[in-house]
């Protein structure tokens, strides 16, 4: 497991428990931007819309994630249905994958389309073709984050489809799910791709670890827009105090999410969201934990023809 990474947002310093992104992008000069040549919305309108679709996606998954383990906490294995989570969590995962391209389009806005050479139709192609100072650190250190939203692409555009498993310790229910998709013999089950461990994603790990990938990429937008300022014009990007109150609520969240991950994920690192007080957020990654198992623990899925065998 790597270092300890740590990363803080404080009301009084920040204005906000939002990714760093918002403290920065109302400070870029307006001489310095093509938005408008580029026919797109000012970057800090671009953030805040996709924050707005993350945070509103975010505020139906938990409350329903929280409530439906309320709801069949002490089902002890019988039949559940967790459907409209589901459902929210695909509309979760595309939100992310199209925060990317959100971020790629801010850096869009840096460039000057009248002195461009090339104009291909995707942002990302768009800016490391034009050699936008940044462009190509901000794709190579997004590259991990990018990986973990492989499953949003097979939700998309291969068909795939989240099946629901439960595993259910003593007066407990701890639920995720896993995408399914044919293999090469045609036979459904997890997808190969995303689950090479067979193991399937509990929301108590996948929530907040999406959730600092997020935070992630907002750091590593804000080095690319400050590596392009200061090579094209020579100015050194700061950050201000900037308000974003729906992010409260979504911290106000994840910090209720309990530790109900599944038994193969204790060797996996997790993000933990801790409120050190109530002007402080503290975001933690690498984190392991133990949580300790019945054995047998038993597991169930709702009808759908997929072995059980080793999901967990």
């Not at 530790?259 to 801790?274: D, G, H």
Request: charged fraction near 20%.
């Amino acid at each position: 497991m790597g270092e300890l990474m740590v990363i803080s947002r404080s009301l009084s310093a920040d204005g906000n428990f939002a990714p760093s992104a918002v403290n920065f992008l109302k400070n870029i000069p307006e001489k310095y931007l093509f938005h408008a040549q580029q026919k797109l919305r000012h970057p800090a309108a671009i953030y805040s819309f996709s924050l707005t679709k993350i945070s509103e996606a975010l505020g139906k998954v938990i409350p329903e994630y929280l409530a439906k383990s309320s709801e069949f906490r002490y089902a002890d294995g019988k039949q559940f249905d967790i459907t409209i989570l589901l459902s929210q969590q695909e509309t979760l995962l595309k939100a992310l994958q199209e925060h990317i391209d959100d971020c790629y389009l801010i850096l869009k806005t840096l460039v000057d389309p009248s002195a461009v050479k090339r104009t291909p139709l995707f942002a990302d192609r768009y800016v490391i073709e034009n050699k936008l100072p940044g462009a190509k650190y901000f794709q190579r250190a997004i590259v991990t984050v990018k990986s973990h939203l492989q499953i949003a692409n097979k939700l998309k555009h291969q068909q795939g489809r989240l099946r629901a498993v439960a595993a259910w310790p003593p007066a407990s229910v701890h639920f995720g799910y896993f995408l399914e998709e044919p293999d090469d013999k045609g036979v459904l089950g997890p997808s190969a791709d995303i689950h090479p461990d067979q193991g399937a994603f509990s929301f108590s790990h996948d929530l907040p670890f999406r959730l600092w990938d997020l935070y992630v990429c907002s750091e590593k937008l804000v080095e690319a827009l400050k590596t392009a300022l200061s090579t094209l014009h020579g100015f050194q990007l700061t950050s201000c105090v900037a308000a974003e109150p729906c992010w409260c609520s979504v911290v106000d969240n994840i910090c209720k999410v309990p530790l109900a991950i599944f038994p193969k994920e204790q060797q996996k690192p997790l993000a933990r969201f801790l409120m050190k007080d109530p002007d402080t957020l503290e975001i933690h990654f690498p984190v392991l934990v133990n949580v300790a198992f019945p054995k047998p623990l038993k597991m169930t899925l709702p009808p759908q023809n997929v072995s059980l065998s080793e999901l967990l």
